[in-house]
Nanobody, 127 residues
Framework: QVQLVESGGGLVQAGGSLRLSCAASGRTFSRNAMAWFRQAPGKERELVAGIKWTGVTTYYADSVKGRFTISRDNAKNTVYLQMNSLKPEDTAVYYC????????????????????WGQGTQVTVSS
C-alpha cells in the first residue's frame, strides 16, 4: 500500500520556522516530481512548492519565494519543506503529493497531475 505521511506541522509565532517532512512508503518516488500543496479554510488548494525528480529544478508560489525551500532525499524516499519567516497567511493544512508520471520534464502545476496524497499536517502561524 502506497502511503505519504507528513509530519512537522504545528503552532508557531509569526517570523518563526517549521520544517515539514513527507515520508513515502510502498513504492519509490525517486523518478516522480513531488510537491507541497496547502489549503486554508474557505480557500482552494494551492501549489506551494514542487521539485522535479532530479532534485535540481524547483517551483515556488510567489507568496513563498525566498522564505520556503523544498528538497528531497531519494535514498530516504522523503521530501521536505523548510518554512522560514512564517506569516499568519501561511496558516493552512499542508499536503504532500507525488506526480502521477515518471521522469516529468518539469514540475507539474495542477493538483490533478498528482496521484498520491498525504493526509495533511496543520500549520498555524499566530500574529
Amino acid at each position: 500500500q502506497v502511503q505519504l505521511v507528513e509530519s512537522g506541522g504545528g503552532l508557531v509565532q509569526a517570523g518563526g520556522s517549521l520544517r515539514l517532512s513527507c515520508a513515502a512508503s510502498g513504492r519509490t518516488f525517486s523518478r516522480n516530481a513531488m510537491a507541497w500543496f496547502r489549503q486554508a479554510p474557505g480557500k482552494e488548494r494551492e501549489l506551494v512548492a514542487g521539485i522535479k525528480w532530479t532534485g535540481v529544478t524547483t517551483y515556488y508560489a510567489d507568496s513563498v519565494k525566498g522564505r520556503f525551500t523544498i528538497s528531497r532525499d531519494n535514498a530516504k524516499n522523503t521530501v521536505y519543506l523548510q518554512m522560514n519567516s512564517l506569516k499568519p497567511e501561511d496558516t493552512a493544512v499542508y499536503y504532500c503529493a507525488a506526480d502521477q508520471s515518471v521522469l516529468s520534464a518539469s514540475v507539474p502545476r495542477g493538483d490533478y497531475e498528482y496521484e498520491y496524497w498525504g493526509q495533511g499536517t496543520q500549520v498555524t502561524v499566530s500574529s
